[in-house]
């Protein structure tokens, strides 16, 4: 059985850092992606950065470049995503989910939550002083 179980959320200041983690087990594909979402309330589910775990490429939003890296370590099955210079903006619920389709073979990794079929439960990044 596929899960996923992020952690390392928390409150921070702005301009500070967090790095949330994601476990991934039970998958026994040669290819998947793993993708960094968040909500924030009152507002749509928006992806933030997604890597491919087999070629290692990665996608990021716009809003986070230069700010956000996610990076995986396969040896541990965990995908992390580094997060500096936050503003409270990026208070959210930060979910990491995973796509599986076979479309991986020929594409990157994408933002679009619909391609997404594997979901953690959640963790909270708070960003207040």
């Known amino acids: 059985q596929w899960q996923l179980v992020e952690s390392g959320g928390g409150l921070v200041q702005p301009g500070g850092s967090l790095k949330l983690s994601c476990v991934v087990s039970?998958?026994?594909?040669?290819?998947?992606?793993i993708g960094w979402f968040r909500q924030a309330p009152g507002k749509e589910r928006e992806g933030v950065s997604c890597?491919?775990?087999?070629?290692?490429?990665?996608n990021d939003a716009d809003s986070v470049k230069g700010r956000f890296t996610i990076s995986r370590d396969n040896a541990n099955n965990t995908v992390y995503l580094q997060m500096n210079s936050l503003k409270p903006e990026d208070t959210a619920v930060y979910y990491c989910?995973?796509?599986?389709?076979?479309?991986?073979?020929?594409?990157?990794?994408?933002?679009?939550?619909?391609?997404?079929?594997?979901w953690g439960q959640g963790t909270q990044v708070t960003v207040s002083s």
């Open positions: 039970g998958f026994n594909l040669d290819y998947y992606a």
């Open positions: 989910a995973a796509e599986t389709s076979s479309l991986l073979l020929f594409r990157q990794c994408v933002l679009t939550s619909r391609d997404y079929v594997v």
């Open positions: 890597i491919h775990v087999s070629k290692g490429s990665t």
